[in-house]
């Protein structure tokens, strides 16, 4: 597939914003149950749910650039019955909507208890809107990725490890930021957050290693064979019917070497996983600037990752546009 | 229950694109137009088509066989393209089949050609609206036409009739007996998209010959063995005088 880098923003900055929401709520939820000290709310979940909103609001308008009527785009709610598209267009906005009003909330302190758990565990307004987020955050991981998983003959594509790759590579780039971020607002944070983004990224080195070796084994199920019905093992293309190109020779095919693709896959595979966990190693308890380069450095990773993501696919429909003449 | 579609035989299709160039020409002022073309007479043109006529090479050379192949929009029968669309602009129509895009409604967003393992349609780089082949809806229903005239362009404009337009599911449909009778097949059937629009594949008429029907086995002459028994490559009878 070409990739777009409409959609290639679009996916790496929600996935980050994804990622730094639910890093807030679970500093959150650990210091409701007294495991972490409380941080500074105001600065620390108030700021950083807002600093969650800008990149999501970055990678909406990124997405409008991927449409040929982007002021149509209202129209894509209407079948969320069927398509994965028009889920995630529900949820994304539906998700920032939440994380600006536990923003809110806890940008104003907003704090009564509305009722108290059994163990005197006080819930306030943003304990709910996290809760809501958080199911909204996986929400979208799981729209985003299905997208791509839910079409079948796109096997590169087609697996619950895409979904999988999604929620953790969002959720590592997002707890990285959120690291970085707290070594500003909440240092007492740093290290809790750290650790949480060490482990995520060691996770998704996991998944997307897993998806990367499926993908290397693929064994293609349509053939030239298939594709014109005809029985025989050597069928060559000689016209694909016009000369110049056509949206399927600009939509479907990436166009670079394959050495482009080999450079890309190995740049991602170290900018995501071991850089920044060496960085986020040696800043454990404090540094703003490493931890700022470390999301600096795997954002730009997951930019690499999605474009090979994409270039990777290969779809069925390239068969017939195999020659010009 | 109604499913038009297109039958296209592979035997007779001669790769001549008159069917290519008459649905741009119905089409690109019919109501699906205009379909388009950049650069036409620049070093890189491109443009929208509905259908395209590609060659392949089957075999080594020198036993190669050269086959034309139409291909459109296949009208699947659960079509893959259709429930992915995120507004309803692409949809399948229950009264006959056909699968068509709402233009008003396309936001261009490019999924559902993503969906479409045939590659059947192409963004209008113009109007950004995804367009494909509508088996000419325009024109099949249109009862100002005479009944000869109510049929896809590209079916009317092909010179050896190697295009059949009818209803598959109607048994006794000329399309269907020719799916039933002459090995009509679908393309890559492993997907499950039940494509409408079948292929006939090419067909050669062969005899089986047995080579005592070449040489009589019972030939009195052989029997007996009363006259030495020429060799095959003797002139015979036939060829040594006149009757
Ligand atoms: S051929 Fe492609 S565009 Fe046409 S109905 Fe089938 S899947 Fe959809
Ligand atoms: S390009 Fe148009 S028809 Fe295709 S999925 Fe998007 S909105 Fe639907």
């Known amino acids: 597939m070409h990739p777009a880098f409409s959609v290639i923003f679009l996916t790496t900055l929600i996935g980050a914003a994804q990622g730094l929401f639910l890093a807030l709520f679970t500093a959150q939820s650990y210091a409701a149950f007294k495991l972490l000290p409380q941080p500074d709310a105001h600065a620390f979940y108030g700021q950083g749910s807002f600093l969650a909103l800008v990149l999501l609001v970055a990678g909406l308008v990124a997405s409008f650039f991927h449409l040929g009527h982007p002021e149509r785009a209202w129209r894509s709610a209407a079948m969320w019955r069927t398509s994965w598209l028009s889920r995630e267009v529900i949820v994304l906005p539906a998700f920032m909507g939440l994380v600006f009003l536990y923003g809110l909330a806890h940008w104003l302190d907003w704090h009564p208890v509305l009722m108290t758990l059994p163990g005197g565990l006080p819930v306030d307004p943003t304990a709910i809107l996290g809760v809501a987020g958080t199911l909204l955050a996986f929400a979208l991981f799981i729209c985003t990725a299905m997208i791509y998983a839910c079409l079948k003959f796109l096997s590169e594509w087609h697996s619950p490890l895409t979904v999988v790759n999604y929620i953790l590579l969002g959720g590592a780039s997002g707890f990285t930021l959120a690291a970085a971020f707290a070594s500003v607002t909440a240092p007492e944070l740093v290290s809790f957050l750290a650790g949480w983004a060490t482990i995520i990224t060691l996770l998704g080195l996991v998944s997307r290693s897993a998806s990367l070796y499926r993908n290397a084994r693929l064994k293609p199920k349509s053939t030239l064979q298939t594709a014109i019905g005809i029985k025989h093992p050597r069928i060559v293309q000689k016209t694909q019917g016009f000369m110049g190109g056509s949206f399927n020779t600009r939509e479907f095919f990436h166009g670079q070497p394959v050495a482009m693709l080999r450079g890309v896959k190995w740049f991602f595979i170290v900018a995501v996983f071991p850089v920044p966990l060496v960085l986020l190693l040696s800043a454990m308890h404090g540094g703003t600037a490493v931890l700022a380069v470390a999301f600096v450095v795997q954002y730009l990773g997951l930019l690499a990752e999605r474009w090979f993501f994409f270039a990777q696919a290969n779809h069925p429909q390239n068969l017939y546009y195999q020659s010009i003449a | 229950m109604t499913q038009l579609a297109l039958v296209i035989d592979l035997n007779v299709c001669v790769g001549c694109q008159a069917c290519v160039t008459s649905c ?128 896809p362009s590209c079916v009317k404009a092909c010179p050896t009739s190697a295009r059949l337009f009818g209803d598959i599911h109607d048994p006794e449909s000329a399309v269907s007996l020719a799916i039933r009778e002459s090995g009509g097949y679908p393309l890559m059937p492993e997907w499950g998209t039940h494509p409408a629009n079948h292929y006939l594949p090419r067909r050669k008429t062969r005899i089986k010959i047995h080579e005592d029907e070449l040489e009589r086995a019972d030939n009195p002459l052989k029997v007996d063995r009363q006259l030495p028994k020429p060799a095959m490559n003797e002139p015979t009878l036939d060829d040594v005088t006149t009757w």
Not at chain 2, 42 to 49: A, L, R
Not at chain 2, 76 to 82: A, G, L, M
């Open chain 2, 24 to 151: 741009k020409e119905w089409n690109t002022s019919g109501s699906a137009g205009p379909m388009v073309d950049q650069n036409p007479y620049g070093t890189d043109p491109t443009g929208t088509f509905f259908n395209r006529v590609q060659t392949f090479e089957v075999g080594e050379f020198p036993n190669t066989e050269t086959v034309h192949f139409p291909k459109s929009c296949l009208h699947c029968e659960d079509p893959p393209c259709v429930p992915v669309c995120p507004t309803g602009a692409s949809y399948k129509r229950k009264e006959d089949g056909i699968v068509l895009v709402n233009y008003d409604k396309c936001i261009g967003c490019k999924y559902c050609s993503w969906a479409c393992p045939y590659g059947a349609r192409e963004l209008d780089e113009q109007q950004q609206v995804m367009k494909k082949c509508t088996l000419c809806v325009d024109r099949i229903y249109d009862m100002t036409m005479t009944e000869d005239d109510r049929k």
